[in-house]
């Protein structure tokens, strides 16, 4: 943004650009109430209640425009994800978008527990590697961890 602008010396003409911006149906309704708030603030500055117009502009706009329930679906959503076919780098992907989009760490560890949850057991890959190989015995309990190294749940991702 340009700092030598009077837009940016001017919380008033900030906020009324940023209003010239905001178009459609959605959002026709809001964009005129504030405008009218925006002129009774011209005139009335005490409306403010010490906050600048921006901060105002800023948290109003949040306040009618934030999915609220886009957090419970994304928390909903990482305790319905499971691995598909081996593929551990897109689990890992979807996993981490998700945990962003719900507003957790994903290191957490309840959230780590959640993350194991969603992968294939042991025992359940076991069986698939055997009936592929036609023996269970060649591989180690270490490579049936779908988070090994060499794990056959890694190498085909």
Not at 14 to 35: A, N
Not at 64 to 88: C, P, S, V, W
Not at 141 to 156: F, Q, T, W, Y
Request: hydrophobic fraction near 30%; include cysteine.
């Amino acid at each position: 943004m340009n700092n030598d602008a009077t837009i940016a010396h001017d919380p008033i003409k900030k906020c009324g650009y940023f209003l010239s911006l905001i178009e459609g149906p959605k959002v026709e309704g809001w964009t005129e109430r504030m405008y009218e708030w925006l002129n009774a603030v011209h005139t009335t500055p005490r409306l403010l209640l010490g906050r600048t117009p921006w901060q105002v502009m800023e948290h109003e706009f949040k306040d009618a425009f934030t999915d609220y329930a886009e957090h419970k679906r994304a928390q909903d959503n990482m305790k319905k994800l499971k691995m598909k076919e081996g593929k551990i780098d897109k689990y890992i992907a979807t996993f981490e978008r998700l945990a962003h989009c719900a507003g957790v760490d994903p290191d957490d560890p309840s959230n780590l527990c959640t993350f194991a949850q969603g992968q294939p057991r042991p025992g359940q890959q076991l069986r698939r590697s055997s009936s592929a190989t036609g023996s269970g015995s060649s591989h180690s309990k270490g490579a049936m961890d779908p988070l090994s190294p060499n794990s056959p749940v890694r190498d085909s991702a």
